[in-house]
């Protein structure tokens, strides 16, 4: 297959899940993404649209530029010193790689999950009213409503509910992230990106965790990384495959796993290289 | 070491036990029309003791797909590989089971002379003989090509099936004291068209593994 073959595919395979987008709102239009660490091109001619509660799979191997994509999304990635990106990322209507986007609004409507647990040192309860706090609320009996509603959102509530007051770091991994979830939820974002969240976690932890994505997309859009090929198979209604900086497919994730349009897609997901 | 190739290699292990399946019930097929024609009931009982043997195939790849699916969680083209191995086992199975049916067929009839010469017969074996072997190189190859001609073939079993049956129903009217062995012959006739339904049905499960969208290759 020539290099224009293999580019008017990408360009089909990309249309094909967009034009099924359509029909729902986008919560994310990304379009003609290029973002460059120095002189590395990390992503190239990203098209992308993100429809709303839904869950986003994004897989491909390490280095394909999938944590960097998510990491555009709430603008985490200019903590990166030197890069720099050409194209849009249209979230709800608006750039918000244009100047004067307040990255702070943004986060708040953006919020995001690790890989690893990442609890601060405080109680369980104080974890979950930091955001509310900074946001200025202060009415106690307001922030317990917070913390509760988002640690039942978070399917954490009645494991902790009796120790609100002990330091978070005495829960177990799977605990702790998803009271990162539940800190996530507190601020009330439109969106919540997942840079493989469950990739420390045992394999109960693990199953809650995707359970528990299930249940939020009902309320919120999802856009997650991960490595576990059977994880996004399970999970996501959409996959995005990336290769070298590059959407190599992007589609409905039964399609993506049942019958991929790209070699490259069929060879990945089969284990047959990455 | 190439990525999967323990997965890769037992893949292959998969085929290769669906092509023994195969074989054997081709075979099966071969033999149990030569008992009829000799009217060799020491054939046909021998035949009927052989299917243990495709019964116990059957269950051995059956039981491996199994263990590949929980084993190697396989998606889209090597899932359908082995979904594709457990539908088609199904249909050489059955294949198998029509040489048995034909061989009790025989011992029906036993050393009663046939009505008339068996060609008929002889001839829809023979087609769908041809199209059990190539359907199994088609699998092998993955070969599209091959597996339609396989399908199309089976329009001229139909066609003598339709006929031989008219033929047989002509002869139970002039000769109904052999009605039984007319009817044992209708059933053989009957056997060997479902057999080659059975190697469309091959043909549609090879399009599946290489398209990845079902066909009804009988229209």
């Given at each position: 297959?020539?290099t224009?073959?293999?580019?008017?595919?990408?360009?089909q395979?990309?249309?094909?899940?967009n034009?099924?987008?359509?029909?729902k709102?986008?919560?994310?239009?990304?379009?003609?993404l290029?973002?460059?660490?120095?002189?590395?091109h990390?992503?190239?001619?990203?098209?992308?649209?993100?429809?709303?509660?839904?869950v986003?799979?994004?897989?491909?191997?390490?280095?394909?530029?999938?944590?960097?994509?998510i990491?555009?999304?709430n603008?985490?990635?200019?903590?990166v010193?030197?890069?720099?990106?050409s194209?849009?990322?249209?979230?709800?209507g608006?750039?918000?790689?244009?100047?004067g986007?307040?990255v702070?609004?943004?986060?708040?409507?953006?919020?995001?999950?690790?890989?690893?647990?990442n609890?601060?040192?405080?109680?369980i309860?104080?974890n979950?009213?930091?955001?509310?706090?900074?946001?200025?609320?202060?009415?106690?009996?307001?922030?317990?409503?917070?913390?509760?509603?988002?640690?039942?959102?978070?399917?954490?509530?009645d494991?902790?509910?009796?120790?609100?007051?002990?330091?978070a770091?005495?829960?177990?991994g799977g605990q702790?992230?998803?009271?990162?979830?539940?800190?996530?939820?507190?601020?009330?974002?439109?969106v919540?990106?997942?840079d493989?969240?469950?990739?420390?976690?045992?394999?109960?932890s693990?199953?809650?965790?995707?359970?528990?994505?299930?249940?939020?997309?009902?309320?919120?859009?999802?856009?997650?990384?991960?490595?576990?090929?059977?994880?996004?198979?399970?999970?996501?209604?959409?996959?995005a495959?990336?290769?070298n900086?590059?959407?190599?497919?992007?589609?409905?994730?039964?399609?993506?796993?049942?019958?991929?349009?790209?070699?490259?897609?069929?060879?990945?997901?089969?284990?047959?290289?990455? | 070491?190439?990525?999967r190739?323990?997965?890769?290699e037992?893949?292959?292990?998969?085929?290769?036990?669906?092509?023994?399946?195969?074989?054997?019930a081709?075979?099966?097929?071969?033999?149990?029309?030569?008992?009829?024609?000799?009217?060799n009931?020491?054939?046909?009982?021998?035949?009927m003791?052989?299917?243990?043997?495709?019964?116990?195939?059957?269950?051995?790849?059956?039981?491996?797909?199994?263990?590949?699916?929980?084993?190697?969680?396989?998606?889209?083209?090597?899932?359908?590989r082995?979904?594709?191995?457990?539908k088609?086992?199904?249909?050489i199975?059955?294949?198998?089971?029509?040489?048995v049916?034909?061989?009790k067929?025989?011992?029906?009839?036993?050393s009663?002379e046939?009505?008339?010469p068996?060609?008929?017969?002889?001839?829809m074996?023979a087609?769908?003989?041809?199209?059990?072997k190539?359907?199994?190189?088609a699998?092998n190859?993955?070969d599209?090509?091959?597996?339609?001609?396989v399908a199309?073939?089976?329009?001229?079993?139909?066609?003598?099936?339709?006929?031989?049956?008219?033929?047989?129903?002509?002869?139970?009217?002039?000769?109904?004291?052999?009605?039984?062995?007319?009817?044992?012959?209708?059933?053989?006739?009957?056997y060997?068209?479902?057999?080659?339904?059975h190697?469309?049905?091959?043909?549609?499960?090879?399009?599946?593994?290489?398209?990845?969208?079902?066909?009804?290759l009988?229209?």
């Amino acid at each position: 297959m020539n290099t224009t073959m293999v580019k008017l595919n990408n360009q089909q395979n990309q249309t094909a899940a967009n034009a099924e987008s359509q029909r729902k709102e986008a919560v994310y239009h990304t379009k003609d993404l290029n973002l460059w660490y120095g002189t590395n091109h990390a992503l190239k001619n990203i098209n992308l649209e993100i429809n709303e509660k839904e869950v986003t799979a994004i897989i491909g191997p390490s280095g394909c530029g999938k944590s960097t994509y998510i990491k555009t999304l709430n603008r985490m990635i200019e903590l990166v010193p030197d890069v720099k990106t050409s194209g849009e990322i249209k979230y709800r209507g608006r750039n918000i790689l244009q100047k004067g986007y307040g990255v702070e609004e943004l986060r708040t409507k953006v919020g995001m999950v690790f890989q690893k647990p990442n609890p601060f040192p405080k109680s369980i309860f104080e974890n979950v009213a930091y955001g509310p706090k900074i946001h200025g609320i202060k009415d106690k009996k307001i922030l317990n409503q917070i913390v509760e509603k988002s640690l039942k959102g978070a399917a954490i509530w009645d494991e902790v509910k009796d120790r609100l007051n002990e330091n978070a770091f005495g829960l177990s991994g799977g605990q702790q992230q998803r009271l990162c979830i539940a800190r996530c939820l507190a601020i009330e974002p439109d969106v919540i990106l997942m840079d493989e969240p469950t990739s420390a976690l045992d394999p109960i932890s693990t199953l809650k965790v995707e359970e528990l994505v299930q249940e939020l997309k009902k309320e919120y859009s999802i856009i997650i990384v991960t490595h576990n090929m059977q994880q996004a198979a399970r999970i996501s209604d959409k996959t995005a495959f990336f290769l070298n900086g590059e959407v190599i497919e992007y589609s409905e994730t039964d399609q993506i796993f049942s019958n991929p349009a790209d070699q490259r897609t069929e060879d990945y997901i089969t284990g047959r290289f990455g | 070491m190439a990525v999967r190739e323990k997965f890769d290699e037992e893949l292959m292990d998969l085929r290769g036990k669906l092509l023994d399946l195969g074989h054997f019930a081709e075979d099966a097929l071969s033999r149990s029309i030569d008992a009829l024609e000799n009217h060799n009931i020491e054939l046909a009982l021998e035949i009927m003791e052989d299917d243990t043997k495709a019964d116990i195939l059957y269950e051995e790849i059956n039981d491996f797909a199994i263990l590949l699916i929980a084993k190697q969680q396989p998606v889209a083209i090597d899932l359908r590989r082995i979904i594709v191995a457990i539908k088609i086992a199904t249909d050489i199975e059955r294949i198998a089971d029509f040489a048995v049916n034909i061989a009790k067929a025989t011992i029906r009839i036993g050393s009663e002379e046939h009505v008339k010469p068996i060609e008929h017969i002889k001839q829809m074996h023979a087609i769908t003989l041809k199209m059990l072997k190539q359907s199994l190189e088609a699998f092998n190859e993955e070969d599209l090509k091959k597996a339609k001609k396989v399908a199309d073939m089976d329009d001229e079993v139909d066609d003598l099936y339709g006929q031989t049956i008219i033929d047989l129903m002509k002869i139970s009217r002039e000769k109904p004291q052999h009605l039984t062995q007319i009817t044992q012959l209708s059933f053989t006739c009957r056997y060997l068209e479902r057999a080659a339904d059975h190697v469309t049905n091959i043909s549609e499960h090879i399009f599946y593994l290489v398209k990845g969208k079902q066909f009804d290759l009988n229209n």
